[in-house]
């Protein structure tokens, strides 16, 4: 933990050096119990931006391919990383993802699977409904409004808690919930711009 800390402080210096960061809505995140934050992703600035600025501890899935060099493997445990297979479903990395949360911890995630060109946002991927739906997890919907230019301002907007009792007695698809999700990251968005 101390690792992570002191990792938040240098991202916390480096996102203030470079980008006139805005952080709104902060009391919306839980202090305790499992969390699962939901945002879109426009640029690799965007991991450290959501864990930067809150107390918690945000742990987020990196591809595979990164734990296999020492330097940054290492690093990424360190800060409570964990691996995932790209390109098929991983099993591991999903016990793993759905035992944090059941632990009351936060995980961080990307429904859209990849960085926004646009800075758009796109569709989501059945993953966040996934955990959404098989965990007992608040679900925080988060914004990030940019572009990362220097000295300009970057927007960062966590949402309030979204209800997923009803989808969880239904059993709604996951795939349906990651369309909620998506919506309500749109919702953000179009407030805070």
Known sequence: MKLYRFGQAVCRL???TLFKVEIRGKEHI????GVLLCSNHISNFDPPLLGAFIHRQVRYMAK???????GIGKLLKGLGA?????????RESLRTALRILKEGDMVGLFPEGTRSKTGEIGNGLAGAGFFAGKSEAYVIPCVIIGPYRFRKRVILAYGEPIDMEAYRQQRVS???ITDTIMTEIQRLKDIHQ
Do not use: H, N, Y
């Open 14 to 16: 480096v996102l203030r």
């Open 30 to 33: 839980p202090s305790e119990g």
């Open 64 to 70: 595979k391919e990164l734990f296999d060099k020492k």
């Open 82 to 90: 964990f691996p995932v297979k790209r390109g098929g479903s991983d």
């Open 174 to 176: 996951a795939q349906e």
